[in-house]
Nanobody
Framework: QVQLVETGGGLVQVGGSLRLSCTAS????????VGWFRQAPGKEREFVAA????????LYPNSEKGRFTISRDNAKKTAYLQMNMVEFEDTAVYYC???????????????WGQGTQVTVSS
């Protein structure tokens, strides 16, 4: 079992920056990649970014505009999502997920955090 805890969400002004953290504990050696997803009210869950724990290979969606950057610190068992130039459309609950594949598909991630709310305001 892997437990994931997201932190860093909150209220941010449009155009501002925010960094989310996802700290893993438990059987972390059994997983291969960590991903970030988000879900806005009334919308489906959406892939944001993913990175492998071992060699740092990164996957972004094709729609990625270069505003978000994923990274990880293996010593801290923590993954980060740096969000820059945030837009109103970035308002959502952000989840991190841990699994055996570097993937943009949520069903390929076995473990999920509880989510952290990001709200972009004017």
């Amino acid at each position: 079992q892997v437990q994931l805890v997201e932190t860093g969400g909150g209220l941010v002004q449009v155009g501002g920056s925010l960094r989310l953290s996802c700290t893993a504990s438990g059987s972390t050696g059994s997983t291969y990649a960590v991903g970030w997803f988000r879900q806005a009210p009334g919308k489906e869950r959406e892939f944001v970014a993913a990175i492998t724990w071992s060699d740092g290979r990164i996957l972004y969606p094709n729609s990625e505009k270069g505003r978000f950057t994923i990274s990880r610190d293996n010593a801290k068992k923590t993954a980060y999502l740096q969000m820059n130039m945030v837009e109103f459309e970035d308002t959502a609950v952000y989840y991190c997920a841990d699994g055996g594949y570097l993937s943009n598909r949520d069903y390929e991630y076995a473990y999920w955090g509880q989510g952290t709310q990001v709200t972009v305001s004017s």
